[in-house]
Structures are given as structure tokens and as C-alpha cells.
T-cell receptor, first 114, second 113 residues
Framework: AQSVTQPDIHITVSEGASLELRCNYS??????LFWYVQSPGQGLQLLLK????DTLVQGIKGFEAEFKRSQSSFNLRKPSVHWSDAAEYFC????????????WGAGTKLIIKP | DGGITQSPKYLFRKEGQNVTLSCEQN?????MYWYRQDPGQGLRLIYY???????QKGDIAEGYSVSREKKESFPLTVTSAQKNPTAFYLC????????????FGPGTRLTVL
């Protein structure tokens, strides 16, 4: 079955520390991969996406993600988090032959300690 | 500015009443989606539409209905048949081209009293 797993429901990180949010997927073929961010009570904003090519993808707000085919993972990283990064982060995967029916992870809530 | 608008931001209804959530986009996207979001469950697809006057059920369509009379608009009706309608509802749109990411509106929080 196709699925996306974000193992961490919550992560607490000190401001200025590095961050890694995990995303693992189960899919029949190499999918498109996305990371979205959601501030409380808001819609989702795309941080970055992977379609093909370089497996290290740069996104907005200083985020990057690395696609590891052998591990079926697409982990999100940031070298130094800011208090404004506190939000919920969602990983999603989708088929290469269409753009609908994305499969979503349950999300990871990022808490920033001052 | 191009984007997706959802109205209202907050909506309160009595149990047994139908309610319609608005979603409008000016991104010229062909595809539109409705998601339901509950705490700890991520996003679940209710309905999607790829073309005017056509739409398909998603994973949790029971108790919901949609229409797509215009490319820009994709309203969602939460009917009295929906057993637990209190949730955060998100509308999204995307181009039809493969890999086109979905763009989201700000959401509507529906509370049924």
C-alpha cells in the first residue's frame, strides 16, 4: 500500500540549532516528493519539491531536503532554526503521471525553544 | 495577486443544517481539490475536479457534495449526512501538468454546534 510516514509527531528544537524532519514513503515507483509548511490556522505553503535530478533540493526559507531512493526517504533539514519556523510540516508524495491524489503524511509539529 | 480565497474563515452551524464553503482561484488552474484536516491526521481528500462540470470522489466523500460550474470556483457543501463535520477545510488548486504542486487557500474552520 502507498503511504507516507512522518515518525515524529512533535519535535522541539532550540532556536539556532539544526533541524531534521523525517519522511519515509512506500510507493510503487519513484514519486514526486513535496514538503509543505502550515502555520496555525493557515493554509499550506510549499517549501520545496523533488521531481528528478540532483537529490539535494533547496527550498524557501533556508530549508533543504535530500531524496534517498535506497532508503525511500525525503528528510527536511535546516542548519539553524528561527522562532518563526515554529509550524507544522507535511511531507507528501504523488505519482509522476498525474498531479492529483497526493498521499500525505500526518505532519510533524515543530516547537522552538527560546 | 494570484491566489486562492476561501470564505468565510470561521463558520458556525447548527446540527442538521447544510452549509456551503466557498473556494475561488484566479491562478487559471484546471484542477481543484477539497481536503479535510483533523488534528494528528494530516490531510484527507474529499473531492477533486480536473475540468469544469466534472469531479471525482476522494477518500472521504460521504456526506459532502461539490459542483464545478466555473473553472475558478469549486464550492463544497457539507450536508447533514456528514456525521462529524467539525473540522478545518482546505481548498487547493493545481495545473494539470504532471508534478504541478498544489496551491492552498487559507482554510475554513467549520464548527457544528
Amino acid at each position: 500500500a502507498q503511504s507516507v510516514t512522518q515518525p515524529d509527531i512533535h519535535i522541539t528544537v532550540s532556536e539556532g540549532a539544526s533541524l531534521e524532519l523525517r519522511c519515509n514513503y512506500s510507493y510503487g515507483a519513484t514519486p514526486y516528493l513535496f514538503w509543505y509548511v502550515q502555520s496555525p490556522g493557515q493554509g499550506l505553503q510549499l517549501l520545496l519539491k523533488y521531481f528528478s535530478g540532483d537529490t539535494l533540493v533547496q527550498g524557501i526559507k533556508g530549508f533543504e531536503a535530500e531524496f534517498k531512493r535506497s532508503q525511500s526517504s525525503f528528510n527536511l533539514r535546516k542548519p539553524s532554526v528561527h522562532w518563526s519556523d515554529a509550524a507544522e510540516y507535511f511531507c507528501a508524495v504523488g505519482p509522476m503521471d498525474s498531479n492529483y491524489q497526493l498521499i500525505w503524511g500526518a505532519g510533524t509539529k515543530l516547537i522552538i525553544k527560546p | 495577486d494570484g491566489g486562492i480565497t476561501q470564505s468565510p474563515k470561521y463558520l458556525f452551524r447548527k446540527e442538521g443544517q447544510n452549509v456551503t464553503l466557498s473556494c475561488e482561484q484566479n491562478l487559471n488552474h484546471d484542477a481543484m481539490y477539497w481536503y479535510r484536516q483533523d488534528p494528528g491526521q494530516g490531510l484527507r481528500l474529499i473531492y477533486y475536479s480536473q475540468i469544469v462540470n466534472d469531479f471525482q470522489k476522494g477518500d472521504i466523500a460521504e456526506g459532502y457534495s461539490v459542483s464545478r460550474e466555473k473553472k475558478e470556483s469549486f464550492p463544497l457543501t457539507v450536508t447533514s449526512a456528514q456525521k462529524n463535520p467539525t473540522a478545518f477545510y482546505l481548498c487547493a488548486s493545481s495545473p494539470l501538468t504532471s508534478g504541478g504542486e498544489q496551491f492552498f487557500g487559507p482554510g475554513t474552520r467549520l464548527t457544528v454546534l
